[in-house]
């Protein structure tokens, strides 16, 4: 079973090509973690799959019912609350009003946001606490599918471990798929069955690798020595962490 497939895909902005002949499918139930250097078009083929944008050619098969995203920027609603943000999504869902409070408040508790949170304002709230009412309010629609772009990156080092942890959780219920874009291998190798690498220019999947047992029940240990030897030995991974030229100039 496919969650998602992705074939041939090309894409370009106002004529420069930015993907080439990308193939990538993600199974039911499969976190694949897409990694690959800054500006190598990896939020671009995000916004693609997700039907955001439209490819110059090649196709994005979606076998899911219902997609969220979250992505590094929260993106919230200013003139919304906490509660507002997250209800809104759940309104464009079209989920019953009267369902809609304990849906936000059960989708809050996931992300970790207090209930005294819920009645505040975007600029009332930290960076984290902002990507975590993006969180709820991806998680509150029940997705099948999420599409996650460095969602973690502004949280610290606690917290985005729980995040992770509950990413984890949602997909081993059999609920969900997703792809995961992130910079840190040591994160891709926590929370996916799976590591794709993108070509620094966009050019295709360089290739993908298993990370052997299941997320959530991988040690610590196993973890990092799964990322040393990527890292260490691994050609596939050599150039993840190049950072390209053009953003450079
Ligand atoms: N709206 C846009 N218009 C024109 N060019 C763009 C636009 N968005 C991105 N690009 C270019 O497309 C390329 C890929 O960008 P993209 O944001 O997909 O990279 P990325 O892999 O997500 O990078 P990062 O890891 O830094 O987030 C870059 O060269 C970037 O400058
Ligand atoms: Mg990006």
């Given amino acids: 079973m496919t969650a998602l497939q992705i074939t041939g895909l090309e894409y370009a902005y106002l004529g420069r090509s930015v993907l ?9 139930g499969e976190i694949v973690a897409l990694v690959g250097p800054s500006g190598c078009g990896k939020s671009t083929l995000a916004h693609v799959a997700a039907g955001l944008m439209t490819p110059k050619s090649g196709h994005v098969v979606a076998g899911y019912h219902r997609h ?23 309104r464009l869902a079209r989920v019953p009003r009267a ?21 505040k304002y975007p600029v009332e709230l930290s960076g984290g606490m902002r990507q975590r009412v993006a969180i709820a309010r991806a998680l509150a629609v029940r997705p099948d599918f999420l599409f996650f772009d460095e969602p973690f990156t502004a949280l610290d080092v606690a917290l985005r471990r729980r995040m992770q942890d509950l990413v984890i959780e949602t997909c081993a219920s059999g609920r969900l798929s997703g ?5 840190d291998l040591f994160e ?59 953003q450079i100039a």
Avoid: C, Y
């Fill in 20 to 28: 080439k002949r990308v193939d990538l499918t993600v199974g039911t």
């Fill in 68 to 90: 969220a995203m979250i992505f590094q920027d929260p993106a919230l609603l200013p003139w919304a609350t906490a509660a507002g943000n997250i209800g809104f999504s759940l």
């Fill in 99 to 119: 369902e809609r409070p304990a849906r936000i408040a059960q989708a809050a508790a996931a992300a970790a946001l207090e209930p005294g949170d819920l009645a």
């Fill in 179 to 183: 792809l995961f874009i992130t910079h």
């Fill in 188 to 246: 891709a190798a926590r929370i996916a069955h799976r590591v794709a690498v993108l070509d620094t220019h966009g050019a295709g999947v360089r290739g993908h690798r298993v990370v052997p047992g299941a997320p959530g029940a991988r040690s610590e240990t196993m973890v990092q020595d799964w990322v040393n030897a990527a890292l260490g030995r691994d050609p596939l991974f050599r150039h993840i962490h190049d950072v390209d030229e053009r």
